[in-house]
């Protein structure tokens, strides 16, 4: 059954993103379609809007909600009308060497569900009745999305949707970069360049895995001080276009076991490289412009034996990752509460934007 949906939608690169009512079609085979409850606005959706994540417009935006199963297409048997569930913006085929593998973040075939569910047609359509690209399979910043089932993760329905949203970008990402990508050990030293959403969550996830110091690194006091809230041992101020190298060195004595790069940005990869102590490890989490570029003395990687490595997604696997995050935070180790600074109701999603661009918020969430 189509679904009259408001959405929030970039129409146009490098202008507001506006909200439309727009039409969302029923599941078909191997879909479902979600009353979504709440989408968290990550940085991701932002460089969407400015072409540094390159999904054309008209493009709706969201891919960190969460809501109900409200209809199940044609051959779904693994979710029913009234789960709930939160989406991943990573579609997983389950059959290439990678999914086999266990590193679904991977999968070859996660261009099929990029712009459309994996089907390869849109279930999205303007007043005009224009098909309307969805982001990276998901398109929840909307009343009503209709996604393959292999977007979408069940979830304990005791969870407070609004929070379970953000295991679907931010969280995982961030925390799952702790512990999936890094395999941080207890006892060790940790920077991390960023104290947004996604950097947050690294902060708290070194502090669940038990490391000593944390040094939280930003150029705004405010993300600062929430980073200390969420485990930061040591803070850094730092200044814009400033290499921050120095100073990370003499506050960790000679530089962090780990440093997790959160902001996207090809000079901070090349600080958290150079800041790592020997046998250290540097992950890049953040999202670079393509034509951004860092540069590194290989030399240096022999003979310290340095470490650089990605990681996309917190190199998660949604169905088991998801719901880890989730019991943490029923166990009252992982700060969701916290997390969410502001919320909107979707009519002021230019505003959230804003305040995203702004710097404003750790995560500011779209409830429906
Ligand atoms: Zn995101
Ligand atoms: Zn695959």
Redesign the pocket.
């Known amino acids: 059954m189509p679904h009259s949906s408001k959405a929030v939608i970039c129409r146009e690169l490098n202008k507001p993103v506006v909200v439309e009512t727009i039409t969302v079609d029923g599941p078909k085979r191997g879909e479902v379609t979600v009353r979504i409850a709440a989408c968290g606005v990550c940085h991701s959706d932002l460089s969407a809007t400015n072409g540094t994540i390159a999904l054309p417009p008209p493009l709706v935006l969201g891919h960190e909600g969460a809501g109900e199963v409200i209809e199940i297409g044609e051959g779904v048997t693994s979710f029913a009308a009234g789960d709930h569930v939160v989406s991943s913006f990573i ?10 593998a266990g590193r ?1 973040v ?5 261009g099929k569900a990029l712009l459309t569910p994996a089907e390869g047609t849109p279930r999205t359509r303007d007043r005009d009745g224009k098909p309307l690209n969805i982001f990276s399979g998901c398109g929840v910043m909307a009343e009503y999305a209709t996604l393959s089932v292999d977007n979408v993760v069940k979830i304990d329905p005791t969870i407070p949707l609004d929070r379970a949203a953000l295991v679907g970008c931010a969280v995982t990402t961030g925390v799952g970069a702790v512990f999936n990508t890094a395999k941080v050990e207890s006892g060790s030293s940790v920077a991390v360049f960023g104290c947004g959403g996604v950097g947050l969550n690294a902060i708290q996830g070194a502090a669940i895995a038990g490391a000593e110091r944390i040094l939280a690194i930003d150029t705004l006091q405010s993300k600062l001080e929430l980073a200390k809230k969420f485990g930061a041992t040591d803070t850094l101020l730092a200044t814009p276009g400033q290499d921050p190298t120095k100073e990370i060195k003499k506050l960790t004595g000679g530089g962090p076991d780990y440093a997790f790069e959160c902001v996207g940005s090809g000079a901070l990869a090349e600080a958290a490289y150079k800041a790592i102590r020997r046998g250290g490890k540097a992950v890049i989490v953040g999202v670079a412009r393509a034509t951004d570029a860092a540069c590194f003395k290989p030399m240096t990687m022999v003979f310290e034996e340095k470490t650089l490595q990605g990681s996309y997604f917190g190199s998660c696997v949604p169905r088991i990752d998801f719901p880890r995050m989730l019991q943490l935070y029923m166990a009252g180790r992982l700060k969701l509460d916290e997390l969410i600074t502001k919320r909107y109701k979707i009519d002021e999603a230019p505003q959230a934007f804003a305040d995203l661009e702004s710097g404003k918020n750790a995560r500011g969430v779209i409830v429906f």
Not at 106 to 110: A, D, G, V
């Open positions: 579609y997983m085929c389950g059959k290439c060497r990678y999914c086999s679904p991977l999968c070859m075939e996660q």
